[in-house]
């Protein structure tokens, strides 16, 4: 069972017509139209204990900061401001109420500062120890989406990947740098303020959550292009290379649950990128182009000599 193919027979199952759904099935949050320019943004994801995380080497609190972190992503992909969300948990009857109340609390906590009010959820009982997250975001603009990328316009990306992956995994020593990578996978970054620039300028944007080379794969599927990244220019946190030696390009490229966003730039739009970023503080990293001389759908690595190769879709899948 593939994830994706299996996602699109879902859609086909399910999909209907609906003049208020801008955006469905197969984006980072479907987008429905109000009228008047407004629209609501809204997406849903899952933690599973022993999948998504480890309730025994994760603080409650992390869990919860990550659960709400990784929908905010999705919403910020869209170009959007996240406003509601719901927290529903599946848990076994020998759960402590006091690990409930702390994920609640690193859960609030992250709501509080992505301007996120908790409106509702549920609680059942299982067998499993798994949350589910409701967010919604809204936006006055129209939603970036994966599609709409087009050979000339430039990639970027707004912080480091692949340390969430070596912070996650035993490369991650009891040392300064693996503390460093450790906070990284446990305390991901909102970038919301980014998201409100690339809104404003990108032709198309993702979410980067299930690994850099799969998402924007995803991307040069959805806008049918092909995309060509500077190796040499993907930016690593703090630490990274110390802790991952030579893993450190491929965690960077298929490690995951960074939560940064990849956006297409048109050319006609850097300058106005420039001066926003400047003018906010915000730093963001330029890691390649769209191009045209490869089959749409491609995606090349260049090295610092110029040498192309072919970039496998590396990430996380639920069903490999």
């Known amino acids: 069972m593939d994830e994706f193919d299996l996602i699109e027979r879902i859609r086909r199952v ?3 017509p609906d003049a208020a759904v801008e955006i469905g099935i ?21 933690l599973v204990a022993g999948v998504h995380f480890d309730p025994v080497a994760e603080s409650p609190a992390d869990v919860g900061r990550r ?8 919403i910020a992909a869209m170009g959007g401001r996240p406003r509601w969300a ?3 948990l599946i848990l076994p009857a020998t759960t402590d109420a006091q690990w409930v109340e702390d994920l609640h609390r690193g859960f609030a906590e992250a709501a ?4 996120v009010v908790v409106v509702g959820g549920n609680l059942a009982r299982g067998s499993e120890l798994a949350l589910s997250v409701t967010l919604v975001g809204e936006t006055q603009l129209a939603p970036l989406r994966r599609a709409g990328a087009r050979p000339g316009d430039i990639l970027f990306l707004t912080g480091p990947v692949g340390a969430a992956a070596a912070g996650r995994s035993a490369v991650a020593s009891d040392s300064h740098e693996g503390r460093n990578l450790r906070r990284r996978y446990l305390h991901p970054p909102l ?21 850099l080379a799969q998402d924007l794969g995803h991307l040069a599927d959805a806008s049918a292009v092909a995309l060509a990244l500077q190796l040499d220019d993907l930016p690593l946190a703090f630490g990274h290379r110390a802790a991952a030696g030579d893993a450190a390009r491929d965690l960077a490229l298929g490690g995951g649950e960074d939560y940064e966003l990849a956006a297409a730039i048109p050319p006609a739009n850097l300058l106005l990128l420039s001066r926003l970023a400047a003018e906010a ?3 963001l990293y330029r ?15 260049i090295e610092r000599d110029g040498t192309e190769r072919p970039l496998g879709r590396t990430g996380f899948r639920h069903f490999p």
């Open 112 to 115: 509080a500062e992505a301007g």
């Open 86 to 88: 719901l927290l529903s």
């Open 191 to 211: 970038r919301l303020d980014a998201a409100a620039l690339l809104a404003r300028t990108a032709s198309a944007a993702i979410d980067i959550s299930d690994g």
């Open 26 to 46: 197969g984006d980072d949050a479907a987008a429905i139209h109000l009228g008047g320019g407004r629209r609501l943004l809204l997406t849903t994801d899952a």
């Open 281 to 283: 503080g915000i730093g």
């Open 14 to 16: 399910v999909a209907r």
């Open 287 to 301: 890691i390649g182009e769209v191009v045209a001389h490869h089959p749409a759908g491609t995606l090349v690595g």
């Open 67 to 74: 659960a709400l972190v990784a929908n905010v992503s999705d």
